[in-house]
């Protein structure tokens, strides 16, 4: 049974930083396109970083420069480092596996099979 459970979010000021955990089990890991999504009640689903099993990460023009995707394989964790917070990334934050199959568009929420349960990141300007 495949978990992802997300942890780090919280409350912070604009200009600050938090970085999200995502602790991954149940299938071959390392195999795996990883990614951050996020979403604000009414809005789509949007992509915020994602890695590939095959070394490619893709960013949102709106966070790159600030945010930062890793993993440690290891211990089967995703990371994403958020930097220079603005109000607009307030959101709940998802992370996602795609599980076995490839991924070329890596922001692209329909191509990921399993979610975590978000966590909520919350900027105040």
């Known amino acids: 049974q495949v978990q992802l459970v997300e942890s780090g979010g919280g409350s912070v000021q604009a200009g600050g930083s938090l970085r999200l955990s995502c602790a991954a089990s149940?299938?071959?890991?390392?195999?795996?396109?990883m990614g951050w999504f996020r979403q604000v009640p009414g809005k789509e689903r949007e992509g915020v970083a994602a890695?590939?099993?095959?070394?490619?990460?893709s960013y949102a023009d709106s966070v790159k420069g600030r945010f930062t995707i890793s993993q440690d394989k290891a211990k089967n964790t995703l990371y994403l480092q958020m930097n220079s917070l603005k109000p607009e990334d307030t959101a709940m934050y998802y992370c996602?596996?795609?599980?076995?199959?490839?991924?070329?568009?890596?922001?692209?929420?329909?191509?990921?099979?399993?979610w975590g349960q978000g966590t909520q990141v919350t900027v105040s300007s």
């Open positions: 149940g299938y071959t890991y390392s195999r795996s396109s």
């Open positions: 996602a596996a795609a599980g076995s199959n490839f991924v070329l568009r890596l922001l692209v929420a329909a191509n990921y099979n399993y």
């Open positions: 890695t590939a099993s095959d070394g490619r990460t």
